[in-house]
């Protein structure tokens, strides 16, 4: 019935001060004491954190044999005489206690709270330390694949961590015992429990792989400015260096690519563009559509659009695979982006797009020319299926709009 074995038990492998141990003991003890003698004003709990060890003093006062006015805080020379017969009058008496005189019920209840108390403590601790770590990278083990989510073990502290489904790369595959890294996205309490979230989709993920893979980054020579991404297909990132001698894209990409494989690799081949920062509206837009080589743009500061000529090669490249490439340019640079066809005059076997009104809607066609299609051979170039992925047009209307522009060049 050694109460104390809840303190041993509990301690070991957790996280939580001895300071602050020691006095979720104490005041279990002292509770315990309250309840049996209505008050702990004269009573010492000494508590040996290395050993586990406990030790219950009762201090009175000794007075003559029939002076004793309050129980409580004094005791007879004749009693105090049986605890040590060294004892004199005016000394104080330091009887231990030992907790069967509790009571069995009394100590389990006792321990039930000193329980409860340390995990109360844990919880608090495991919330603090991880909200203090939110946009970190952790690493952990596989430990549980549910359908919603997946259990990680972290390898350093052995807490668990939940990876969410929605938090994954496309093609995130793992299976217990894997090792999984990831950034630390949030910390919540769901019913009274702290849950700790990791993510792989987040954008701090990117820029804490940055940092690990660049020194320059981690060292503050060179500044990442934004991230947009499409977790596992493409991201662009916006960086910057404030000493001339640095070539911020140069370092991030690395020798060969060096540095940022590392980080293709980690992300599931995650096509990264990384672009010079700055202020100038036109070149950063020239640059966030890379690959692709821009002509001209003409921005509307209003409506923050911004039409972006290219030549007729170049216009595939500019909007990406299933519109990837426009879109991200577009997240970073915080214009809307429309693409045309930069040509002089259209080939002598082609005809524009408007030539079609009297057949095709107008909604349909302005459709086509925001993915870049503006003649006829433009969008025949193109097969049903990039058609339907790249815009809004159900099957059936892609079908129609094929077959009339087909019959324009049928004779």
């Known amino acids: 019935m050694n109460l104390v074995e809840s303190f041993s038990d509990f301690k070991a492998g957790k996280n939580i001060d001895r300071p602050t141990m020691v006095r979720v003991l104490e005041d279990v003890f002292r509770t315990l004491i309250r309840k049996k003698y209505g008050t702990d004003e004269n009573f010492d709990v000494i508590v040996n954190t290395t050993s586990g060890d406990l030790e219950l003093w009762r201090v009175r006062e000794i007075v003559a044999d029939g002076e004793v006015t309050d129980e409580r805080a004094q005791i007879s020379i004749s009693e105090a005489l049986s605890i040590d017969e060294d004892y004199e009058i005016g000394e104080e008496c330091y009887e231990q206690l030992e907790l069967e005189e509790f009571g069995r019920r009394a100590v389990m209840a006792a321990r039930q709270t000193l329980i409860s108390r340390i995990m109360e403590l844990e919880k608090d601790e495991i919330y603090r330390r991880y909200k203090d770590r939110v946009g970190e990278i952790v690493l952990g083990e596989v430990h549980q694949i549910l359908k919603r989510e997946i259990l990680v073990i972290d390898d350093v502290t052995g807490n668990e961590l939940v990876l969410p489904r929605n938090e994954m790369i496309r093609g995130d595959f793992f299976r217990k015992g894997d090792m999984v890294r990831g950034v630390i996205k949030k910390v919540e309490m769901r019913n009274n429990n702290p849950v700790v979230v990791m993510s792989r989709t987040d954008n701090q993920f990117l820029a804490k792989l940055m940092e690990q893979e660049v020194p320059e980054v981690e060292d503050g020579l060179i500044t990442i400015r934004k991230i947009v991404r499409l977790p596992g297909e493409r991201a662009k990132v916006a960086v910057e260096s404030y000493d001339d001698r640095i070539d911020p894209v140069g370092a991030c990409v690395g020798m060969k690519g060096s540095r940022i494989h590392g980080i293709v690799r980690e992300l599931k081949n995650e096509n990264i563009d990384i672009v010079n920062f700055t202020n100038n509206h ?130």
């Open 282 to 411: 036109t070149l950063f837009i020239q640059r966030s559509l890379t690959p692709a080589k821009v002509t001209s743009i003409d921005l509307d500061m209003e409506t923050m659009r911004a039409a972006v000529y290219l030549k007729p090669d170049q216009v595939s490249l500019a909007i990406g695979k299933g519109g990837s490439n426009i879109k991200l340019a577009s997240k970073l640079t915080g214009f809307e982006i429309d693409v045309y066809r930069d040509v002089d005059e259209v080939e002598l076997d082609d005809v524009e797009l408007d030539e079609f009104a009297d057949e095709i809607d107008e909604w349909i066609l302005d459709e086509l020319k925001s993915i870049g299609c503006d003649t006829a051979r433009s969008v025949l170039n193109l097969s049903k299926e990039e058609l339907a992925r790249r815009t809004d047009l159900e099957e059936e209307t892609i079908i129609e709009i094929l077959d009339i522009l087909a019959k324009e060049f049928e004779e």
